[in-house]
Each structure stands twice: as C-alpha cells, then as structure tokens.
C-alpha cells in the first residue's frame, strides 16, 4: 500500500535533487572557505547528501505515542545535506563554530561532548550544528533558505565514532544491537585514551604557537586551562587527565581565583619550590596535584574545608588533605590556625 506521506516527499526529494546535483560540494567548498578565511586549522571539510532511502527511513520513524516524529518531513528533518568538519586538535572547534555561527542562521546547536560529560562517561564526542542559509547571502543563492547539518570534531574523535559505529551497527547483531561486555569496555577505554590525546594536542598546539590566552582578565575554565598552563607552568610539571581540570576549576573557584592574574599570582617559583621541597613528592607533581597542594599552602584549613569532600576519590580526601597540611605546617609554610 503507498504511504501518500512518502510518496509526496519522494516526488520533493527527486525533484530537487535533479535541480541541485552539486548541492553537497557547493556547500561543502563554501564552508572551506569561511573556515579559511577565518584563518581556523582543520584537517578537512566533506560533505554528503543524503540518500533516498535513508531520508525515506528517517521519515517513517515515529515518537512513543504513534505520531509521526517529522510530520512534515522536507521541512522537519534538517540533515538533508550533511557537513564534516575535522580538526586536528579541539581549541579549534569554537573558533570554528564561532564562524559558522557568523555566517549562517542558527536553528540548533547541540554539544555532544558536554551531553557524553555531563552523563559521567565516554563515548562519542562531537559538537552538532543545524544551520540555515540566510537570504541574503551571495555565495549560496540558490540555496538560500535550506537547513543542513554540521558536525565538527577532532580527527581523533571521528575516528573513534565512525569505528564504532561499524563495528556496533554494521557488524552487531542488528535486531538488539547488543555486543560483547569486552568490546563496550574496549570502547570505553580507548574513548578515555582519545579524550587524553585530544588534550595533549591541544598542549602542543599551546606551547608551539604560543597562541595560548594568558592575559590577566582572560575567565578560567576547564577548556581553558591546559593551554594557560602550559604557558605559564611550561614542560616542568606533567599534564592532567581533562575531568581532573574541570575539578581544579572547583578548586579555584573555591577561593574566588577565577581569572588568569589571579592563577600566575599563585604560580609563584619561590612557593612552588618552597612547596616542593615540603611534600618531598616521590614523583613530579601533575599540574593539578600542584597547585591544590599550592592552594593549601596559601589557603591553609579553609581549603581543607572548601574542598575536603569534593573529586573523584571525596572519601579519601579529608584525610590525605590534612596529611599533606602537616607536612607544610613541619615545614614551617603554615601554622596551626591558618586561615589565610
């Protein structure tokens, strides 16, 4: 029996797509070059058009209650055209971001990589982007009005979703769509790993161009903090994993330091020897092991207050906090009632 719904959007799709052959190249070029323009670094720009029958499929899906998810599916679904942009490290994806939304009209922005953090695991980063050609554009007339669908992420995060998305939905068992327990920790593990090596990237991008923005106003956040410390710490002290920063953003934020003047105040050599020399580490401190330890030296018991149930490991805290508060106290850096 024909589905008139379908039939209708069949005809549309057809049609327009005899009208616009090159519509995913001549989108995809006019990206490249805002992108360029703008001077953003990324690995590459693709772009595709979307088949007939994933199109049909996708407007056959239907929402809990039985309705039709797109009731009006050429003007519902928004991923008609569908654009990737790779970077090679994730500093670049704002700036990226920031062009697109400069350019084209907004009509969704969704943060994959915040939603993958925010439910406390890994898994597939990306940040999605439903744009809309606006009518007064020149580069693109004859698309002016069409919504498309940008993706932009690291190479690294692509190649870790589009593995996974073979393995899981081309190679799975396709009714349930269940695999092994080892192959879903493998995944989750070399999801960890990439989300380790972005950040490393992210350093080296830092300290080789010395793009880094380490001016005093600059607002300290998780995003930003490797790249600040990697200027103002340099190679000395060994690099995070990228959720311990966004808890050293807590911890500063604890004690109001929430700009970069404030941090470079804190990072001075003399108290980082002096504390150094206090904790008789048995390893090089990673950046953040440094400075929490730096913010009790200066904090003293309002740190361990502050921030004495907080991180991954909160019941162990307390006590190693107060451990590591006697060794400066034997050290003669703080004294016994310091709340400074």
Known sequence: MNDPHIATLGNHYHLWVREHPQAADDIAADVEDLLVD????????????KTWPSLKAKAKQTRPDGSLAYPDPWNDIHDLVGVRVTTYHSTEIPRAISVLRDSFQVVKSVDKT????????FGYGSHHLVLRVPHNTLDLAEYRGLSFEVQVRTVLQHAWAEFEHDIRYKRGDQENNHLDPQVDRAFTLAAGLIELADQQFDQIAAIQSGSADTSDNLELKAETLPGVLAVLLGTNFPLSRFEHYRWLEELLSAHGITRVKQLRGLLDKSRIDAVTVAMKYRFRPSQVRLID?????KFGRSHIQKTGRTGNRAEHRLARLRHRWHLLRDAGLVVEDSEH
Request: hydrophobic share 40%; no cysteine.
């Open 114 to 121: 915040e939603e993958t953090r925010v439910s406390g695991s």
């Open 38 to 49: 703008a001077g953003v670094t990324f690995d590459s720009v693709t772009a595709r058009l």
């Open 293 to 297: 330890d730096l913010l009790l030296e």
